[in-house]
Every structure is written in C-alpha cells, then in structure tokens.
C-alpha cells in the first residue's frame, strides 16, 4: 500500500513551542528522541512495500524539515519528488487529493511495472499523532487488516475513548462488516455532557487517518466536490490551489459518501492538539504534575510546566496551570483554557510578530543557526553547519560579518577566493561582498556570528548559487 503524510500544518494552539516555521510535528519533545513527523515516517515504512511508496504533503517553508529529519533517520536516499509542496493551505481535502493524483500519475507512468500493479490502495496519516510504541503492532495490524474493505469503501479509523474528550470529532458505528463498521453519522465536536451520552452510545472518536483505493477516492471527490475535481485538471499546481476550495476531507467526502466505513483502533493514541492534550499523556509527579526544568513547588498541583533551558522555576500555592516558557516567551494559562493560545497566536500573526514564525534558533536546509543576543546595530548568531553542507553563495547590502570558528573547520569563499578557517580563528567578510561558508568535515562546523550593519533582517541576502534552489 501506498501511504500519505499530511506534514502542512502550523500547530498554532501549542505556541510559544510551536512556530510556524518549526511546528510541533517536528519537535522533539523532551520525553522523545524523535520527532511525531519521525515516528509517523516509521510506522508508515511498516506499512508500504518499500519507501518510495510514502509520500508526503507539506509546504515550502516546511521542505527542508521533512528532508532533514528524515535523513536524521537514516534514509538520505528518500526521493524528493515524493515531496508534495502545497503553494498554500487549503485544508485537508486538497492535500489528500493532491496526493492521490501523484500516486495515479505515477502509477500511470509504472503501469509496465509489477510491484505497481495493485498497489493502488492508499492510508493518510496526519504527521502530529502520538501512538503508544507498545501499540504499534496492532496500529499496523489494524491498518492491514482494512485493506480487505479498502476497493468498496472510504474507512476512517475511529479510536475507542478512554474518557469524554470535548476536542475531538465522533464516530457513530453501524451494520457490522467484514472488517470494521459502516457509518451511521458524524458528529462535531460536542460540549462535555454530550460527549459522554456520545461514549454511552458507543461512539468513537474521528482521528482522521483514512484508507482507501485511489480510483473510489477519485470517484467519490468527483461525485461529492466537484469544484475540488475539477480544479486538479489544471497542471500548475498554485493555479490548482489558487481555484480549489477550502474543505477538510470530512465535510467535503466522508460526511455525504454512502460508501463509508469506519474500523476501530484500540490503542493508546493522542493527536497533542492542545497543552491540556500534552498534559494528560506525559509522565506525573506524586501531586499530578508535569514538569520539564528544575524546579521547587510548594502546595501547588496538577499544573504543567516546560521550561527553557531547564530554567528554575517555583510555583507556590497554585493549582492547574500551564506554564510553558521558551527564550523569546512565556505563556501561562489555566489547564482546560488552553484552546485560546489559538487567539493569542492570532492576534500576534495580524501585528506580523515574528514570534509566531520563528523560534531563536531557526533550522535551515542546512542545518541552523540561534540568535544569542540583538541590538539596533549588531546581531550576534551561533551558527551550526551540518557536516558535507554549505550555505549559499549570497551577499549582504546593509551588514558585514565576523566569523570566529569555536568547532570544526570551515571553508570560506569571499569573491571567488576559498580559505580555510579553523577552530580558535576568524575572518571577516565585508558588505558587498559574495561569500559563502561550507563544513569539508565530518563532524557538525559551530561558528559565532557577529552582524554589524545598519539594516539585520534576514531578507537583506542576495543569492546567486544555492544547492536547495531559494531564491
């Protein structure tokens, strides 16, 4: 089977940790090793026959993350053409549709191939669910066992509730099926008492990973969102996204098809939707709370708290906060209020804040770079090359920099001239100047940038060689 993984999403409701170009998919939170869009990746290479049967749905600013992370894993040979770059979002149906058109086009054209025949059956994964690692195995199981329904009916997988959960979509099952259930009826999410008669009646909830055969899903966007259909006709896939509507996947297909059955996952799952969903699955002290950093509580329980640094931190006297702090901000909120860090993040985005966009340390193609310290006239960066990388070849009108190597060797272009910079030296490059620093090594470069100029904003770069393509 084929498998898409929908890795546009921006994680909003988790800010300050969550940025817009760093969203919590691609976090490594600090009980995981891993990032949920790398955990995603491994259950999806259990489930296909091999790894150019994944594909993935992302965004532009978002390209590079996925590339990079899933080079941390170990496969560098992942071909970038099954990276599907959304010009812009436009919810769910769009992103799968676009998926499904790239695994027919390809099937198309390796139609003369065996391991293509047949292999037209497709699961969608969003890349921010968290899955118990003791529950994968059925998580696999579940999904295969689908396969058998998957040529007559849309199936969603619905995760049996532990409790009633005012967050998520439910799922009414119906007649019973060979694998799974048909659909009596969808339902949005409810206020709390509902939420229980809903578990009561044996509701489950929507966790919006799906499988399908691709000519049924075409079929079905066809009957149900033509506008959807007929927008995939054009070829340039931003006039495609400039006329496609704005539809999740429930509203435009699953929610009007008659052919839609949903299967029941038994596991250990959560979609971190929300810090009080981060609150529930992570480990608790004696007094039920979560706390990430030194700290000294004194009378205080049931509250989160995610430190930068491991920053100390002291409560006193408080009970059911979210206190999350990160280097540029710091967010506190009453546990079940955490929904409205949304509004917060909102209102920062319409003032163009960059705090919304960006984190201090800000992760490139080619590895990154954090900002330690800023005035109105300099900026000072630690700057990290990943071994074999380089930055692009580019020039700055309003800065010079100073580059003092503290790891690693460095090889410097200036105007044309390459030198090498070791650990203890520096150099200094002129405004004006083409120059580009690249890692020879084998180990990760570590660079202090000092920026002096009148004008620091990163948008002052001319580029005129870049291995990623940016312009």
Avoid at 128 to 149: P, Q, Y
Avoid at 164 to 176: A, C, L, M, Q, V
């Amino acid at each position: 089977m084929k498998s898409i993984i929908l890795a546009g999403g921006v994680g909003s409701r988790l800010w300050p940790l969550s940025r817009e170009h760093y969203p919590k998919q691609f976090i490594k939170f600090k009980s995981f090793n891993k990032s949920l869009f790398q955990t995603t990746f491994e259950r999806c290479l259990k489930l296909s026959n091999n790894i150019d049967d994944i594909y993935i749905i992302t965004n532009e600013m978002h390209k590079f993350l996925v590339l990079g992370q899933i080079e941390e894993l170990g496969y560098a040979e992942f071909n970038e053409d099954n990276i599907l770059v959304e010009p812009f979002g436009k919810n769910t149906l769009p992103a799968v549709y676009y998926g499904i058109k790239a695994i027919k086009n390809r099937n198309k054209n390796n139609e003369k191939d065996e391991s293509n025949k047949n292999n037209n059956i497709v699961g969608i994964f969003p890349s921010d669910h968290l899955i118990d690692k003791n529950d994968e195995e059925l998580f696999v199981n579940t999904i295969m066992k689908g396969k058998r329904i998957a040529k007559n009916y849309l199936i969603t997988f619905g995760i049996s509730p532990n409790k009633p959960h005012t967050g998520y979509g439910y799922i009414k099952p119906s007649k019973e099926l060979e694998v799974g259930y048909t659909v009596d009826e969808f339902k949005e999410k409810p206020d709390l008492e509902t939420a229980e008669n809903y578990i009561n009646s044996g509701y489950l909830w929507n966790s919006g990973m799906f499988l399908f055969d691709a000519d049924l899903f075409e079929e079905e966007v066809k009957k149900h969102s033509p506008d959807v259909y007929e927008a995939f006709k054009f070829d340039d896939i931003r006039e495609i996204y400039t006329k496609v509507p704005d539809i999740s996947i429930d509203y435009g297909i699953m929610e009007k098809s008659d052919n839609v059955a949903v299967i029941p996952l038994n596991i250990k799952w959560n979609d971190l939707g929300s810090f009080d969903a981060f609150y529930d699955e992570f480990k608790k002290d004696k007094n039920g709370n979560v706390i990430y950093g030194e700290n000294l509580l004194i009378n205080s329980k049931n509250n989160l708290i995610n430190t930068y640094d491991n920053k100390f931190t002291s409560l006193i006297d408080v009970n059911d906060l979210i206190v999350i702090d990160t280097k540029d901000a710091l967010m506190i909120c009453k546990k079940e209020s955490s929904q409205k860090i949304k509004e917060v993040f909102n209102t920062l985005k319409t003032k163009n804040d960059e705090r919304v966009l960006f984190h201090k340390t800000v992760y490139r193609p080619w590895g990154s770079y954090t900002i330690l310290d800023e005035g109105r006239f300099y900026k000072i960066k630690r700057i990290t090359v990943l071994p074999g990388k380089k930055l692009s070849y580019q020039l700055h009108h309003h800065r010079s920099e100073h580059w003092i190597v503290v790891k690693g060797m460095a090889k410097v272009v200036v105007d044309g001239k390459e030198y090498f910079v070791r650990n203890g030296e520096s150099t200094f490059v002129k405004s004006g100047l083409k120059h580009r620093l690249e890692n020879p090594g084998k180990i990760p470069l570590e660079v202090i940038e000092a920026q002096i100029g009148e004008y620091l904003e990163e948008d002052d770069i001319i580029r005129f060689n870049d291995d990623w393509g940016r312009e």
